[in-house]
């Protein structure tokens, strides 16, 4: 599996960032996905995942502002963060979330595989 | 303020070994959910180091151990090379977040 994030790099402050993460050599039905940030010189900051179901998850300092949709037929899955400011200016990493259901109960086996990562700048 | 407090830094001499904290609550890994190391460099995408407490994916040395009790996780480095020269991060899931993802602040791996 590969993963590769596009879109826009710069962003107007209060518009709206979307990116989309294309998957390749795998199907993106198959496993779970996140979105991941990293501003300028600081740490990882996970933004949401959805579930191969559809069923999303996202960071409470985010969650009014985003929105993780799945593309099955395009095999990808996309990242939409409304209202931007300067506090939004990051790395962003698409990753595949790996989780396993054995027996009603949940694996977890990390993010094994990310995207190269796009940077995106908000502007003033 | 990131919900998984790792040291800022840590350092040590080539061929020595070093050791990574990474400390939550009851909420993450006193909760018995699943932790994960990833090696960052500069310029490049975080990847998978330890996964699963102590498993490393292929192609990982076996100098990068890790291990956990209570509400802590380690990253044990051994034999240590130039070129684990690099930030670690310790990940996890949190039961206040409905098993969202949480990563610790990260730690700047020097090797003197």
């Known amino acids: 599996v590969q993963l590769q994030e596009s879109g826009p790099g710069l962003v107007k402050a209060s518009e709206t960032l979307s990116l989309i993460c294309t998957v390749s050599d795998g199907s993106i039905s198959s496993f779970d996905w996140s979105w991941i940030r990293q501003p300028p010189g600081k740490g990882l900051e996970w933004i949401g995942y959805?579930?191969?179901?559809?069923?999303?998850n996202y960071n409470p300092s985010l969650k009014s502002r985003v929105n993780i949709s799945l593309d099955t037929s395009k095999n990808q899955f996309s990242l939409k963060l409304n209202s931007v400011t300067a506090a939004d200016t990051a790395i962003y990493y698409c990753?595949?979330?790996?989780?396993?259901?054995?027996?009603?109960?949940?694996?977890?086996?990390?993010?094994?595989?990310w995207g190269q990562g796009t940077t995106v700048t908000v502007s003033s | 303020q990131s919900v998984l407090t790792q040291p800022p830094s840590v350092s040590g001499a080539p061929g020595k070994r070093v050791i990574i904290s990474c400390t939550g609550s009851?909420?993450?890994?006193?909760?018995?959910?699943?932790v994960h190391w990833y090696q960052q460099f500069p310029g490049a995408a975080p990847k998978l180091l330890i996964y699963?407490?102590?498993n490393r994916p292929a192609g990982v040395p076996e100098r990068f151990f890790g291990s956990r009790s209570g509400t802590s996780a380690s990253l044990d480095i051994s034999g240590l090379l130039p070129e684990d020269e690099a930030y670690y991060y310790c990940q996890s899931y949190d039961s206040t977040l409905n098993g969202g993802r949480v990563f610790g602040g990260g730690t700047k791996l020097s090797v003197l």
């Open positions: 959805i579930f191969s179901n559809g069923t999303t």
């Open positions: 699963d407490t102590g």
């Open positions: 009851t909420s993450n890994l006193g909760a018995g959910y699943d």
């Open positions: 990753a595949r979330d790996l989780r396993i259901e054995v027996g009603g109960r949940d694996f977890y086996y990390g993010l094994d595989v």
